[in-house]
């Protein structure tokens, strides 16, 4: 299933996550050059130090944030940004561009750190050589705060090979996220599965990070206006 829309149209210019996109396409583009093209994986997020085995953390710096603009190839970058542009721009309507933009990071390094505690507790040496790069779990919060504060919008959504069908969000959502538990879980307990590559636990870690902010934030929203209310 592929979002093509979701006819919701913001009441502000995302301006946030307009720059985030191009952002990403900029940084993937810079890294395409012949000569920075390895240098990708320098910048990316490698979840342990590896000693024979998956024993330690690795230090974070900057690796982490890096590793939000760094994509493994075209489809890699254009699936990313075809969510991201359909679903972000309602997330930061809602939010507030600033607190969008804190959001998006956050949610991208709770995802990480998802992926991290997966590979910590139950990964090889092998699973920590794989770096995770990636806006991919950034944007997994995006779609875990629009399943709370949009539930019932309807995504214009391209089945393959021919159908076009308007969706609730809802359900596509939890489809989505739905496949990334079963393929985390899989993963998690078939010693042959490697997922393709794919952080499913990130995504999965993002989408639950998105739930719980936007379910704070809507209820700090209720709260204020209550007391608003109380005082006027």
Same mark, same amino acid.
């Given at each position: 299933?592929?979002?093509?829309? !979701?006819?919701?149209?913001?009441?502000?210019?995302?301006? /946030?996550?307009?720059?985030?996109?191009?952002?990403?396409?900029?940084?993937?583009?810079?890294?395409?050059?012949?000569?920075?093209?390895?240098?990708?994986?320098?910048?990316?997020?490698?979840?342990?130090?590896? !000693?024979?085995?998956?024993?330690?953390?690795?230090?974070?710096?900057?690796?982490?944030?890096?590793?939000?603009?760094?994509?493994?190839?075209? !489809?890699?970058?254009?699936?990313?940004?075809?969510?991201?542009?359909?679903?972000?721009?309602?997330?930061?309507?809602?939010?507030?561009?600033?607190?969008?933009?804190?959001?998006?990071?956050?949610?991208?390094?709770?995802?990480?750190?998802?992926?991290?505690?997966?590979?910590?507790?139950?990964?090889?040496?092998? !699973?920590?050589? /794989?770096?995770?790069?990636?806006?991919?779990?950034?944007?997994?919060?995006?779609?875990?705060?629009?399943?709370?504060?949009?539930?019932?919008?309807?995504?214009?959504?391209?089945?393959?090979? /021919?159908?076009?069908?308007?969706?609730?969000?809802?359900?596509?959502?939890?489809?989505?996220?739905?496949?990334?538990?079963?393929?985390?879980?899989?993963?998690?307990?078939?010693?042959?599965?490697?997922?393709?590559?794919?952080?499913?636990?990130?995504?999965?870690?993002?989408?639950?990070?998105?739930?719980?902010?936007?379910?704070?934030?809507?209820?700090?929203?209720?709260?204020?206006?209550?007391?608003?209310?109380?005082?006027?």
């Amino acid at each position: 299933m592929l979002p093509l829309s !979701d006819g919701i149209p913001a009441r502000r210019f995302p301006i /946030v996550n307009i720059v985030l996109i191009v952002a990403n396409f900029a940084v993937f583009l810079l890294y395409e050059l012949p000569h920075l093209n390895a240098a990708v994986y320098h910048a990316s997020f490698y979840p342990c130090s590896v !000693d024979g085995a998956c024993r330690a953390p690795e230090p974070w710096g900057l690796s982490w944030i890096t590793a939000m603009f760094l994509h493994g190839g075209w !489809d890699h970058i254009l699936g990313n940004m075809l969510f991201l542009a359909i679903f972000g721009k309602n997330v930061e309507d809602a939010f507030g561009s600033l607190a969008y933009l804190v959001f998006y990071f956050a949610g991208g390094f709770a995802a990480m750190m998802t992926q991290t505690a997966m590979t910590l507790l139950f990964g090889t040496a092998q !699973d920590a050589q /794989v770096p995770e790069l990636g806006a991919s779990g950034a944007i997994a919060a995006v779609l875990g705060a629009y399943f709370i504060l949009y539930p019932g919008s309807r995504v214009l959504t391209w089945i393959f090979p /021919v159908f076009l069908i308007k969706i609730p969000a809802w359900i596509f959502l939890g489809a989505w996220f739905l496949y990334q538990l079963i393929e985390a879980n899989f993963g998690l307990f078939n010693a042959h599965a490697n997922g393709g590559g794919v952080a499913f636990f990130a995504h999965v870690g993002g989408f639950i990070f998105g739930l719980l902010a936007a379910r704070l934030l809507a209820r700090a929203g209720q709260t204020a206006r209550k007391q608003w209310h109380s005082t006027a």
